[in-house]
């Protein structure tokens, strides 16, 4: 307790602990409260129903009533607590309680009638030792001049513990003795009130030992509430000096507090300045970012984040299970969850967006500047080219598995000391040279195998000392004499003290591989000879899209080197002439479909790299392995560019007059025939012309023929005719005819 409070009077419900340091133990103690008894009115007569009163006053008149019945018909009936003290009342107490002269008091054996005072102690200590109902009868004097009655039965009944111990329930009535209660003799019998009285003087040194144990702790704790107030009077001068100090201690702090405002304000503008690197830093961040609050709600998000989930400015403040995910990761949530209480959740690292990328996916707390967790942090990394070599290495790591069980079973492997004798021949060694184990091991590998080799022995060794490996290709002989070339590779073993204890030699005859290699080169030669000198622009793109062989040829047709095409793939794309880019694309898209037995072919126009323009067919063929796997695209490109005008020139010739460039009677015949379609069509007259030249034949016999051509070029040129039917005949058609005639119908 603080030093200006106290007990008061609820003393009883705490238990000193330390005085001195005002140290007090709370006591479970229910509250006193009288029973209840149950009252019924079932034998009450209604009153008058005509008499309407409000609700409050019935019940109050319905009290009233109960009270005057039960005080004047009830039994007398009290409630006492452990200490004997009057709680409750009930009934008539006037025959049976009496007013104590002196002090008031509460006591039951203060105000109860002298007569009933030994009986009444004797029932009350019986139902107490035994916690059961004791019921007495007590038999008194005849005396005409008194009220009392002769009878008197006190009936004791122990209440179960209700928070306070020891109350009980006490009834008196004038009732005569029965069977289930204890006679006692009249108030003259000496011996029986010789025996109340020794129990009362037991009973009386018992309260006064209770007493004096009391009085010792009360002068117990007289003497810790002394040195209580000493100790508060020394609190009370140090509280002084403390508001001498705490006035200095105010300016001052005054004085911090302007200073930690400035401070304040420059932390402000710190703050600023790092929300600011914060939203740059995410803003220009690569990696996929999410920062989540306590409620696994949206706080901040990087650019890269939007690629896995669906998440604009406004989805700020949205709980994560509320968004669309790109991603495949449905452990997000409890992970999350999981961080949030402090809990370690290991990284994920088979995450997997609909684009087939991998995200590797960590969550980390987010604390504030207490260290208390306040969110979490969820970041995606991309690690598809990981995961791409991870699988690389696999598959390597399998390939080297399945090679050490084929070298183990089947590769010529030889282990030999250090004078070179042989001590380990396996079966790969017997079948490449020919000689058992039996026959090999404790032999000079030299001088069995009759090794022939570029560099000498002495230096291979030191080699093979000095780098602890040594490859190269060595000349055996097998025991049946022939000749065989081996790949070899030594590797050297010592032991813990660093001295050689043996060579492994693994061999692999590559007699058949080198010779295939040279007929390998000498058809590679032929053919890049023959691919070379083709007049056609040849070349094959792998899948990716890099050219895999270009032909020289290509200088030829379109100005740039096999070189620059290697470089720059794109320049296929690039040299297409602007008015055939669709017809590109569309050719493009028909080879990608990887048709196995299609073959596309187009004739488009390019720019060379002087400019000039040129002509060329396209055919493009899809390559695949025999297992059906897609190894690129196969081209070629020829320069049709004469062709196209030679053909050009024979659709002139065919349609159209040499000498005057009009339509020829062929193509006449087909305007002619479009003409009436479109007059059909429209409903309207069209007119012929007919036009003929006057006196044209004597021009061309007296002027020369040069002359009549001459005539016909610009007879051509200043009119506007559809052709030249024959010599100096020209045809011309009017639309609308009618409207320039003037006829209606």
Known sequence: MGSSENIGSVSRHYQAISKKWRLYKRLDIAPQRPPVFPITDSGVHKTNSRLKSSPVEVVANRERFYQQLIGSYGLTQILIDGDHHLLYTCGSTVPYLTVPIGEASHEIFKIVQPELIAPLRYAINLASNHGKRIAVSLALNENPGNSIINYVRIEVIPLPSIGSEGRMIISFSSAPPDDRTVSLPSSGGEHWLLQQLTQELTATQQDMQRTIEQSRATSEEMRSANEEVMAMNEELQSANEELE??????????????????NLEAKNTESDLLNADLYNLLRSSETATLMLDAQLKIRRYSPAMTSLMKLIDNDIGRHIDDLVRLVNDPLLIQDCSAVLLHKKVASVDNIRDNNHHWFMRRVLPYKDAHGTIAGVVVNYVDITSLKEAGERIREHTEKLEWKSNLLAKAAPIIARDSDDRIIFWNQGAETLYGWTETEALGKVIYELLKTVSTLSFENIKNELLSKQIWIGELLHFTKNGNKILVESQWTAYHDYTGNLTAIVEVNKDITLHREAQQSLAESEVTLKTMMDWTYNWEYWLAPNGNVIYMTPSVLRIT??????????????????HEQDTHLWERHVSQYLAHNKNDVFSINLRIHRKNGELRWINHTSHQVFAPNGAYLGLRVSVLDITDKKLAEDQILELANF??????????????RMNQSLITSERNQQFCGLLMIDLDYFKKINDSE??????????????SYVFIGRLWYWLFLSILFKAAALCGVKN
């Open 245 to 262: 100090s705490s006035k200095e201690e105010l300016q001052s702090l005054n004085e911090e507090l302007t200073t930690s405002n400035s």
């Open 704 to 717: 020369g023929h040069d002359i009549g051509d001459k005539l016909l070029i610009e007879t051509a040129r």
């Open 657 to 670: 007059d040499p000498l005057t460039h009009l339509p020829n009677r062929r193509l006449l015949q087909d």
């Open 559 to 576: 100005g740039y080197t096999a070189e620059e095409f290697e470089r720059n793939p794109a320049l296929c794309n690039l040299i297409i």
